[in-house]
C-alpha cells in the first residue's frame, strides 16, 4: 500500500504565495512521476503540473499556471514540491497529489485546500 500525505493548503490573498508538499511512503516501486492536480466545484479535476523522474526529469504545466507555478522533486524524500506565486481567486480549488508508478500503478492523496481571496 502506498500514502500520499499533502500539506500547505490554506487561505492566502490574491498575488501571494503558498508551497504545496506530497510525500509518498509505504509500498513504493518506481515511480514514472508524480503530478499535481486540481478540482474545483462543479468543474472536472484537471492536471497542474508534472514532473518525470526519468533521466530527462521533464516537467509538464497548465497552461494557466505557466510562469506563476513550479514544480519540483526530492527523489530521497520521494517527495514534490509545488511552489505557487501570484495566486489568483480561479486558483482556488482541492489540490490533490498523484504519483505514477511502475507497472501501471497509480495512486492519490486526499488532497488540499487551496482558497485565494479577491
Known amino acids: 500500500q502506498v500514502q500520499l500525505v499533502e500539506s500547505g493548503g490554506g487561505l492566502v490573498q490574491a498575488g501571494g504565495s503558498l508551497r504545496l508538499s506530497c510525500a509518498a511512503s509505504?509500498?513504493?516501486?518506481?515511480?514514472?512521476?508524480m503530478g499535481w492536480y486540481r478540482q474545483a466545484p462543479g468543474k472536472q479535476r484537471e492536471l497542474v503540473a508534472l514532473?518525470?523522474?526519468?533521466?530527462?526529469?521533464?516537467?509538464n504545466y497548465a497552461d494557466s499556471v505557466k510562469g506563476r507555478f513550479t514544480i519540483s522533486k526530492d527523489n530521497a524524500k520521494n517527495t514534490v514540491y509545488l511552489q505557487m506565486n501570484g495566486l489568483k481567486p480561479e486558483d482556488t480549488a482541492l489540490y490533490y497529489c498523484?504519483?505514477?508508478?511502475?507497472?501501471?500503478?497509480?495512486?492519490w492523496g486526499k488532497g488540499t485546500l487551496v482558497t485565494v481571496s479577491s
Open positions: 498523484n504519483v505514477h508508478m511502475a507497472y501501471g500503478l497509480d495512486y
Open positions: 514532473i518525470r523522474y526519468g533521466v530527462g526529469g521533464s516537467t
Open positions: 509505504g509500498r513504493i516501486v518506481s515511480i514514472n512521476a
